[in-house]
């Protein structure tokens, strides 16, 4: 099953600043971590910065401002898509849950999902909810606990977010991954 063609849908997202600005939730917080990006090395830097000669890619990115993954992850996204020059825009989730229901991970509502698009609104490939190293600690409670109603499916839960939180490390260390993930999605365009 194809994604759906998303061109009905540019224009109707936020720019990252007015994002930004209009968080109710976490702000201080985002900004702090966007404020603390570094590239991890010129190479990556180069490789976004390259990118400006291309205008054949959209960006529309799944997101609330509630979602502490958002907060971690997108500061980096942001950062690496604007020196690329790629039209970005935000698409709050609870404002666009048609596209949210289009881009499910294992089979829930998870943010942010980072979705790449030709102009003509062709999707190429997504990234999200989290870096590899990080979302495979929820891949593997999700496969040893499918039923959500069970008694210590909570308990459990919060288990797997503390490691999830050890996983993204101290302040900007998983930003390396995530510029990392992006760069070899991005390639294959």
């Not at 971590?33 to 830097?45: G, H, I, L």
């Not at 499918?146 to 839960?157: G, I, L, T, V």
């Not at 288990?159 to 930003?175: F, L, P």
Request: with cysteine; net charge negative.
């Amino acid at each position: 099953m194809g994604k759906p063609n998303l061109s009905h849908k540019f224009g109707k997202g936020l720019p990252p600043k007015e994002f930004i600005e209009s968080m109710t939730k976490n702000q201080s917080e985002f900004q702090a971590n966007y404020d603390s990006f570094t590239w991890p090395s010129e190479d990556d830097r180069e490789f976004f910065e390259s990118l400006n000669h291309r205008d054949d890619l959209r960006v529309l990115i799944l997101a609330a401002d509630w979602c502490g993954d958002v907060v971690r992850n997108i500061p980096v996204v942001f950062q690496a898509l604007e020196i690329s020059g790629i039209p970005t825009e935000v698409l709050i989730m609870e404002n666009h849950p048609e596209v949210m229901d289009e881009f499910l991970t294992m089979g829930g509502r998870s943010v942010p999902i980072v979705i790449f698009a030709d102009t003509g609104g062709h999707v190429l490939g997504q990234w999200g909810p989290r870096p590899q190293h990080v979302q495979e600690v929820m891949v593997e409670f999700k496969r040893q606990n499918p039923d959500r109603d069970a008694a210590d499916y909570q308990e459990k839960m919060a288990v797997v977010r503390q490691e999830i939180g050890k996983r993204y490390g101290e302040g900007t260390e998983s930003h390396a991954a995530i510029i990392r993930e992006l760069r070899e999605l991005i390639s294959g365009y």
